[in-house]
Nanobody, 115 residues
Framework: QVQLVESGGGLVQAGGSLRLSCAASGRIFSINAMAWYRQAPGKQRELVATITRGGITNYADSVKGRFTISRDDAKKSVMMQMNSLRPEDTAVYYC?????????WGKGTLVTVSS
């Protein structure tokens, strides 16, 4: 059974940085895209960043220039460096791994940015 476990969330002051990591355990035969999503209180889950198997990245406009997504296929991991954090970045962050027709999700890690 495949499980994704996120880590790296926490409380940080505005302007600070955090690094999120997500590692998959279990057998995944072929990983395609990896991504990070977030869900703020009272809001819908939104896509934050994606990275393809070839390393092409895409970001939500709200995080461009501040967040950087990366992946390590050997470790079945996806990371995201978050700099210049803002209070509006406060949310539960979820990692997502796509393998063929299957979407795997982590349970989320809370990021809180204080003003």
């Amino acid at each position: 059974q495949v499980q994704l476990v996120e880590s790296g969330g926490g409380l940080v002051q505005a302007g600070g940085s955090l690094r999120l990591s997500c590692a998959a355990s279990g057998r995944i035969f072929s990983i395609n895209a990896m991504a990070w999503y977030r869900q703020a209180p009272g809001k819908q889950r939104e896509l934050v960043a994606t990275i393809t198997r070839g390393g092409i990245t895409n970001y939500a406009d709200s995080v461009k220039g501040r967040f950087t997504i990366s992946r390590d296929d050997a470790k079945k991991s996806v990371m995201m460096q978050m700099n210049s954090l803002r209070p509006e970045d406060t949310a539960v962050y979820y990692c997502n791994i796509v393998s063929g027709p299957i979407n795997y999700w982590g349970k989320g890690t809370l990021v809180t940015v204080s003003s």
